[in-house]
């Protein structure tokens, strides 16, 4: 993974697919990330009432589909007769809640790296049988920000990496206060791939239009950036890897590729793949 990154760096991650043209986690979406020329892909994984890995964000299907209730509550049957596409247009009528197996078996032929996020500790060992099941243990980044998973993770399959997630609270102070509190909780997790919301928390506090966006996947436009060129310095001089999530303005957008960030999770995936050439060829 280090040899990858080094020589397509930053990863431009689709998040939850290719989210802004096709319905947010489902195969369409991920197939849309791959025609555009993305890197990698993020995806929620959560674990379905008879046992099965499916891939969904939420803990409820009403959001992303015509059906009520708890994914863990939820039958196999159930999840594979939902429509969770027609809410994205009517191009997407049929779309289908892929199982964790269909998402990474495609995403194996296609040579992608895979984000995969869990919401819960409970499936760690699932998702490791079927990451070795797929072929995909080598290109997969588990992302996370239960701090128990990651210590499950490293402590039993210590050659997938972990991908700590940290909260907004991390992104406030100096590159120096940062730094020092995002080693210390990575250190105690015995990790050193973090994913580090992007922007500078108390700046965000008086723009509550722009969280709002943020919290919807929409561009919230220029920010102040907590995760800035010094930031990613001295992470980078102490050995960590950096996914920077989620950025979608143009501004960000260059200023972390600039920066020599190693991964961006993006909505925009046309902009961020436009702006990572353009700052290549310059």
Known sequence: MNEYINANRPLITA?????EIAPENTLAAFAAAVEMGADATEFDV???????????HDETVGRTT????????LSDEYLKSLDAGSWKGAQFQGEKIPTLEETLTYLKEHAMVALLEIKTPSIVDDVVTMLYATGMEKRTFIVTFEE????????????????????????TGTAEEKTTRIMEKA?????????????????LEKDPVA??????????????LGLDADTIR????????????????????RALIQSNVDILTSNYLERAIRIKKEVLED
């Open 46 to 56: 959560h674990r379905s009432g008879d046992g099965t890995l499916v891939v969904i």
């Open 211 to 224: 969280m709002d966006k943020i919290k919807n996947n929409q561009d919230p436009g220029e920010l102040a």
């Open 187 to 203: 250190e105690e997790m015995g990790t050193k791939d973090v994913g580090l919301f992007a922007f500078d928390r108390d700046a």
């Open 148 to 171: 128990s998973a990651v210590l499950e993770i490293k402590e039993k399959y210590p050659e997938i990496p972990a991908l700590l997630l940290l909260h907004p609270s991390y992104m």
């Open 15 to 19: 998040h939850r697919g290719y989210a």
């Open 66 to 73: 015509n059906g009520t209730g708890n994914v863990a509550e």
């Open 234 to 253: 001295i992470l980078h001089k102490n050995g960590y890897r950096i996914d920077a999530w989620t950025v979608d303005s143009e501004e960000n957008i």
